[in-house]
């Protein structure tokens, strides 16, 4: 199995004194678990600049993309995340931010399918709960097909140590997410995911023979013409009705509308 440890925090301070518990815990679990590490603040990663490259033209036209692809590949090699976020004034960091922002552009053409992700927050305060539910509730749009969620409050700005009472919440939180990524089964996606994977499908498929404003999209979603959703993810009847409705939608709202990101 292999994991991939994201900090998002600007520093490894009690969040990612958490993290490590964590990766100890799985590690219990499994000691044959390959971890590697992405720290988002190592990277110096510039802020996106809001070009719409990575919409109009792929990602990779992204003015940062030598820096953001790699972090990319890393997902895709990994059989699970583990993201670790401070709560910044009840929200993502400023750097977690900042990278979900560059991969913006995957809630048009998600990919991630068949990840699942561990979300580590901790605050000296409240609001832990928003910074996680803030990042699980982007992900699906990556494609992700579970997002688990550990918020903590630690009480502490500088020399948090994890309370017994954490870490039993800690390893509640570690044991789902372990014997959901070792068992290999996928979730059905929900409904407010379904909706812009088959919305999008129908508006680009409709829009094929866009000249004046092409899009990468065009060129994305043909591969999944037909189906509700990506390949191997189980899809209940009724949720299969749903999505074809919303293709139908789609079709017809793309005789008059046209995705563009003209500038």
């Not at 499994?30 to 988002?40: C, G, M, N, R, T």
């Not at 600049?49 to 993309?65: A, D, V």
């Amino acid at each position: 199995m292999k994991l991939l440890l994201v900090n998002g925090s600007p520093h490894k301070g009690n969040t990612w004194k958490l993290t490590q518990r964590v990766k100890e815990m799985l590690a219990v679990y499994d000691s044959a678990i390959e971890f590697q590490e992405v720290h988002l603040m190592e990277l110096n990663l510039p802020f996106c600049t809001g070009c719409s490259n990575c919409f109009r033209n792929g990602h990779r036209f992204c003015p940062h993309h030598e820096i953001v692809q790699p972090v990319m590949d890393m997902i895709e090699r990994s059989d699970g995340v583990v993201f670790s976020v401070s709560c910044f004034q009840g929200h993502l960091t400023g750097v977690m931010k900042n990278f979900t922002d560059h991969m913006a552009f995957m809630l048009h053409r998600p990919r991630y399918f068949h990840k699942k992700a561990l979300i580590v927050c901790t605050t000296g305060g409240i609001s832990a709960s928003s910074t996680t539910k803030a990042l699980a509730a982007t992900l699906p749009g990556w494609g992700f097909n579970k997002c688990y969620q550990l918020p903590v409050t630690a009480l502490s700005w500088n020399a948090y140590e994890p309370a017994g009472k954490d870490l039993r919440k800690a390893e509640k939180a570690v044991r789902r997410f372990y014997l959901d990524v070792k068992s290999g089964r996928m979730h059905p996606p929900s409904i407010g995911v379904l909706i812009p994977f088959n919305l999008f499908q129908a508006l680009c498929v409709g829009n094929a023979g866009e000249k004046e404003y092409p899009t990468e999209d065009n060129h994305f979603w043909p591969r999944y013409l037909g189906m509700q959703y990506a390949p191997g993810i189980p899809i209940p009847i009724y949720k299969r009705f749903f999505g074809i409705l919303i293709y139908m939608i789609g079709k017809h709202l793309s005789k008059t509308t046209v995705i563009t990101y003209r500038k």
